[in-house]
């Protein structure tokens, strides 16, 4: 089972660069690197944690620059989003954006998508929070038109429209992995089963009740049971844990790292190294 890592990656803590380098130079599979574009000060919307919202949320590094920088410097380390809020973006500039990285990458992406939870920070990107579901899919057939390997275009909707282009580069694989975050239930994992590659649960809880439900929907879509991912994000280890996604049949686990300076990043770098 590959272990990969995520943290809050902010103007405070270890840079991208540095930590790229020890995460390979370890033997580490992957970063992964949520994005917030901002946390408006008057928010009504809850920390889903419950408490009050970590100073880093509304610190966070573009995800994306620092994603490339950590691709400069590295030649196996995975990258990923965990996650993407695809409704708070334009999606042609996100598609040009992704198919960049994953072309320099030599295709190291992955793109892990997320509905958010924040109102008042989608409201500002002019979302429509009841809309923001179904305003992702229409965003990620958008983006798959724009990486088709001949001119396609679409029109969704919701609006979202791109004209039959010619768009370089093209992701590695003709598209990146795509993994989709959120809490169990039939509607996500129909949405799984319908435009992903696997489903990216937050801790891990319920895998086991969870999985089998997933399944049936995966395979009810006429999905190969083999190609199904599951890839449990920002887990705290232990090695009963570990061993549990495994025999579920995990090909991946995230671990999470505190968004610290680099000697408690370090530090905590070395004490995950015993799960490699």
């Not at 983006?143 to 609006?159: C, F, I, K, N």
Request: glycine share 10%.
């Amino acid at each position: 089972m590959r272990i990969s890592t995520t943290i809050f990656l902010t103007d405070e803590t270890i840079t991208p660069v540095r930590l790229a380098r020890e995460l390979e130079e370890r033997g580490f599979a992957g970063l992964y690197l949520p994005e917030h574009t901002h946390i408006p000060v008057e928010r009504a919307t809850p920390y889903p944690a419950g408490g009050e919202l970590p100073r880093e949320y509304a610190r966070l590094l573009d995800p994306y620059v620092a994603l490339g920088q950590a691709a400069a410097v590295t030649e196996r380390l995975g990258l990923g989003t965990g996650v993407t809020l695809l409704a708070e973006h334009d999606p042609i500039a996100l598609a040009k954006q992704i198919a960049t990285l994953d072309h320099l990458s030599g295709g190291r992406f992955t793109l892990g998508l997320g509905y958010g939870w924040n109102r008042e920070e989608a409201a500002d990107h002019g979302v429509d929070w009841s809309t923001r579901r179904g305003l992702t899919h229409d965003r990620l057939a958008l983006m798959r038109a724009l990486w088709a390997p001949e001119p396609t275009a679409y029109e969704a909707a919701s609006g979202d429209s791109v004209r039959a282009s010619e768009v370089w580069p093209k992701p590695a694989g003709g598209a990146p992995r795509i993994l989709l975050g959120g809490a169990a239930g039939p509607k996500l994992f129909a949405r799984i089963a319908e435009c992903a590659d696997g489903w990216m649960p937050i801790g891990g809880r319920g895998l086991t009740e969870s999985l089998p439900v997933l399944r049936a929907a995966w395979e009810a879509a006429g999905r190969d049971p083999k190609a199904l991912r599951l890839v449990p994000y920002a887990v705290l280890p232990n090695p009963g844990k570990l061993a549990h996604y495994a025999e579920l049949g995990c090909e991946e686990v995230v671990l999470q790292l505190p968004p610290g300076d680099e000697p408690e990043v370090l530090r905590t770098l070395d004490a995950y190294v015993r799960y490699l």
